[in-house]
């Protein structure tokens, strides 16, 4: 995957998501400007979906997204200890019996190929730039299905979210998506005041 920004190990953490901020995510005030059920609609979910949040954080979209499923389950994937730790507790408490967390390494997430139906990743993308999650997003999507992105744009002014030299601009996540191998759609009129959405799907 070519790099769209800096992928020196300083500026990783940079892009990074601050644990130590990890009640932001849980924030009402969070739902006015990304609404966890505009998300929800944007997967076109049926009911009988396995989706993957991948970087769950806290689990507050996860818990969301299971509310739509009747026989589906969502798994929440996260990388970062500390957020997993907050994941796990969450989930522990019984909240909702349809989300399973997941705490991985590297990338790589123990699900079959093809596994799911619909992968998300929200505030994800500016995060992974010159990293394998892509790949692995592609591999656990099944033909059939399909990965919402949902990121922060650097083409907006803001107050809330990483500063724009960190951001990306849509054609930039455009870009990271298809050289990942997915074939790329905007999402028109997504509904979100500082974030840009891209559908996509498999193409190899």
């Given at each position: 995957?070519?790099?769209?920004?800096?992928?020196?190990?300083?500026?990783?953490?940079?892009?990074?998501?601050?644990?130590?901020?990890?009640?932001?995510?849980?924030?009402?005030?969070?739902?006015?400007?990304?609404?966890?059920?505009?998300?929800?609609?944007?997967?076109?979910?049926?009911?009988?979906?396995?989706?993957?949040?991948?970087?769950?954080?806290?689990?507050?979209v996860?818990?969301?997204?299971?509310?739509?499923?009747?026989?589906?389950?969502?798994?929440?994937?996260?990388?970062n200890p500390?957020?997993?730790?907050?994941?796990?507790?969450?989930?522990?408490?019984?909240?909702d019996?349809?989300?399973?967390?997941?705490?991985?390494?590297?990338?790589?997430?123990p699900?079959?190929?093809?596994?799911?139906?619909?992968?998300?990743?929200?505030?994800?993308?500016?995060?992974?730039?010159?990293?394998?999650?892509?790949?692995?997003?592609?591999?656990?999507?099944?033909?059939?299905?399909?990965?919402?992105?949902?990121?922060?744009?650097?083409?907006?002014?803001?107050?809330?979210?990483?500063?724009?030299?960190?951001?990306?601009?849509?054609?930039?996540?455009?870009?990271?998506?298809?050289?990942?191998?997915?074939?790329?759609?905007?999402?028109?009129?997504?509904?979100?005041?500082?974030?840009?959405?891209?559908?996509?799907?498999?193409?190899?």
């Open positions: 995957m070519k790099e769209h920004g800096n992928n020196e190990p300083g500026a990783r953490e940079e892009r990074k998501f601050d644990p130590a901020k990890a009640e932001r995510l849980e924030d009402p005030e969070r739902q006015r400007f990304l609404p966890h059920a505009r998300i929800a609609d944007l997967l076109e979910l049926s009911g009988d979906e396995t989706v993957v949040d991948y970087g769950a954080g806290t689990g507050a996860a818990v969301a997204l299971a509310e739509r499923l009747t026989g589906g389950r969502v798994f929440a994937v996260e990388e500390q957020m997993a730790r907050l994941l796990q507790e969450k989930l522990a408490s019984g909240r019996s349809r989300v399973r967390p997941l705490v991985i390494e590297d990338n790589q997430v699900l079959p190929d093809g596994s799911a139906d619909r992968v998300l990743a929200v505030n994800l993308l500016h995060e992974v730039v010159g990293e394998t999650a892509l790949d692995e997003m592609h591999r656990l999507l099944s033909d059939s299905g399909f990965l919402l992105v949902v990121d922060w744009s650097s083409e907006v002014e803001r107050e809330q979210g990483p500063p724009a030299h960190i951001a990306l601009s849509p054609e930039q996540g455009r870009a990271m998506l298809e050289e990942a191998g997915f074939h790329v759609e905007s999402v028109p009129e997504v509904g979100f005041p500082y974030h840009f959405a891209l559908l996509a799907r498999k193409g190899r």
